[in-house]
Nanobody
Framework: VQLQAFGGGLVQAGGSLRLSCAASGHTFSIYRMGWFRQAPGKEREFVANIRWSGGATYYASSVKGRFTISRDNAKNTVYLQMNGLEPEDTAVYYC??????????????????WGHGTLVTVSS
């Protein structure tokens, strides 16, 4: 499975961006997809995930109510709609795909495939 993320950019605080992650290859093997982010000088952290079948979602508390993850199975694409962006959201955002379930679906070790990151910069 190959993942390509795009849609990052520079936005003012309070603004919105939508990230996309297109999956190709053996997409039939995808069980769950997620978004993670890594801010400068910090460890990578979980943002949101979605079950490929059924669409169940889960969010980090820091983004819940502001970000929405969704997927289009026909396009093999996952989206992250980010509203009410804050300077603290500045980070490189990565999409990831998991082949199977995990006891810790918010842990990056639960994911098998990773895309290159896309940079989101929120100015104050």
């Amino acid at each position: 499975v190959q993942l390509q993320a795009f849609g990052g950019g520079l936005v003012q605080a309070g603004g919105s961006l939508r990230l996309s992650c297109a999956a190709s290859g053996h997409t039939f093997s995808i069980y769950r997809m997620g978004w993670f982010r890594q801010a400068p000088g910090k460890e990578r952290e979980f943002v949101a995930n979605i079950r490929w079948s059924g669409g169940a979602t889960y969010y980090a508390s820091s983004v819940k109510g502001r970000f929405t993850i969704s997927r289009d199975n026909a396009k093999n694409t996952v989206y992250l709609q980010m509203n009410g962006l804050e300077p603290e959201d500045t980070a490189v955002y990565y999409c990831a795909a998991a082949r199977g379930g995990s006891v810790y679906p918010t842990d990056d070790s639960a994911y098998d495939y990773w895309g290159h990151g896309t940079l989101v910069t929120v100015s104050s």
